[in-house]
């Protein structure tokens, strides 16, 4: 095994332990939820096997479902993220992302955030419209979104920069 395989099975334990421990009981008036697991999609390796992400995510999304007792709805989102994942990169790095090596877990540029701010919006719109699943709570589905993705956001940030490894 290499260490890139070592470092993403460590991720998604380690972000999977802590949305089920910590961030998982957090729920401000309702409509403030945080989901910093989304991390482990958004740091997969660009070059990685396009297939193992897409799996890994679903397992991600089935066992936050199996834990939220929510009926696939995570697992939904993580995928749809995971699919979307190659045009948000297109969006905010410009069509040759795949010849660069971006790394998200640098130095936080306005093409990063976009990125982060663009993945974490959708896969949380996602989220809480299959949750609802009604259109008369459009308003509060986009409320949820705002308010979740201004704090999730903030969230991930933080674990970036907490987790960031350290250049040699």
């Not at 997969?44 to 696939?72: A, E, H, Q, R, T």
């Not at 993945?119 to 989220?127: E, M, N, Q």
């Not at 008369?136 to 970036?160: A, E, K, P």
């Amino acid at each position: 095994m290499n260490s890139a395989l070592l470092t993403n099975i460590a991720r998604f334990i380690l972000l999977l332990m802590l949305q089920i421990a910590i961030f998982n009981k957090m729920d401000f008036l309702g409509y403030i939820n945080p989901y910093p697991y989304i991390l482990f999609i958004l740091l997969y390796p660009v070059n990685g096997n396009k297939y193992g992400l897409l799996f890994s995510s679903f397992l991600l999304g089935i066992i936050m479902d199996l834990f939220c007792n929510s009926g696939g709805v995570h697992a939904t989102a993580a995928i749809t993220l995971a699919a979307l994942r190659p045009t948000f990169f297109k969006f905010s790095f410009g069509v040759s992302y795949e010849y660069q090596t971006i790394r998200i877990n640098d130095k936080l540029t306005p093409e990063r955030f976009s990125f982060i701010a663009i993945s974490v919006i959708s896969h949380h719109f996602i989220l809480f419209l299959l949750e609802a699943f009604r259109l008369s709570f459009v308003l509060q589905v986009l409320l949820r979104t705002l308010f979740s993705t201004l704090f999730t956001i903030i969230i991930c940030i933080i674990l970036i920069y907490l987790f960031k490894p350290t250049r040699r």
